[in-house]
């Protein structure tokens, strides 16, 4: 691609690994021709906050906000790409566009895994979602929650704040697996003290009832109530790349450490796998979809010039009365050490150490600036 003409970018997805994109590309240098597709008809807004501050505070209706863009871009919203012709450099769409571009941005991130295709099952993936759920809470109706991962006990926080009676459905405790015991365990005891129902199964299936969903758990356990919300993983939205031969299994698209596929086609946010310690991973954190972004824009415009990807994760939380944030690769083995506070779920600022050297610091219920935060892994290494 050295020396081909850089006149035309499509940016296809228009979340926050979109929105850093573009802009990023405006600060590389690229003047030409911009455009942003995005199947919401929504501007571009903060999905993070539709499970912690939409649902928590009642009079915050503007948490999902985001500062207005400078990019200057084409925004094509409510239609939704379904094809990418690598050959003909072509991105087409739903409503029968063709768009020709000399650089690509696959940025349509993901969507809700489901359990079943019945409508009474709810989850928690776009702002419509989280308008809709907000406004059933008003009624204080029974909710079940099935999945016990940082999204699940969100919205199990948030119904719960909402005056609702809420059971908790989990494989396993809930934060395990993506946390660790310790941390897990803070948790689960600030839910619990709120009131939260835990149940804890091997497997859970949704099956309608006389004209309801329920939950069954594997010990043959029914369960049902006026809400029934899943959050039980993601699914990478790369339906519309097939046959380009882009995807991996799993649906995921790898990239390099400049988040390139090939020269002229850069893959960012939830759909993509990049190199880290541990193989290429999917890391679908917002603070990660922000960094891809930005390394990836600046790649299509400086190709090997360009820095690769030096990426951290960085993780937060906010729920049942507790805030944590996290820098460094998660779970977490064993007890921390801690730099201050004590154990017991007050204030604290802690740091593990992996065994091959990599370090992560945590503050929960504490204030402390991210830089520092980082800074603190290298001292637990």
Known sequence: MS????????????????????????????DGELTIVGDEPHPAYSR???????????????????????????????VRATGLHLDRRLVTL??????????????????????????????LRGLDDALSLRSRLAGRPSVIVVGGGPLGMEIASGCLAAGSRVTLVSQGAPLTVQ???????VFVKAALDLGLTIVETGSARIERREGSARVVLDD?????????????????????????ELTAKGGAVPVDSRGLVRPDVAAVGDLAAFPTPYGLRRIPFWSSAIEQAKVAARALVRGD??????????????????SLKAVGYLPLKGEPAYVDGEPGGGPA????????GTGVAAALNYRIPIPRLRRMTQAAS
């Open 220 to 244: 043959g356990t029914v369960l049902d109530a006026e809400i029934l919300l899943t959050a039980v993983g993601d699914v990478p939205n790369t339906d519309w790349l097939a046959g380009t």
């Open 349 to 356: 600022l802690m740091r593990w150490s992996h065994d091959d």
């Open 48 to 78: 993070p906050a539709l499970s912690k501050a939409l649902l928590l505070d009642g009079d915050d209706m503007a948490s999902h906000e985001l500062p207005p863009t400078g990019h200057g871009a084409t925004e094509l919203l409510g």
């Open 179 to 185: 946390l660790g015991s310790y941390l897990a365990s």
């Open 3 to 30: 020396g081909a003409a850089l006149d035309r970018v499509v940016v296809v997805g228009n979340g926050i690994a979109g929105l850093t994109a573009a802009d990023t590309l405006r600060e590389a240098g690229f």
């Open 94 to 123: 739903d409503d029968g566009t063709a768009l020709p571009y000399d650089r690509v941005v696959l940025a349509t991130g993901s969507r809700a895994r489901r359990l079943s295709d019945l409508p009474e099952e709810l989850t």
């Open 305 to 322: 010039d360009a820095p690769p990807l030096r990426f951290q994760p960085y993780f937060w939380t906010e729920q049942f009365g507790l």
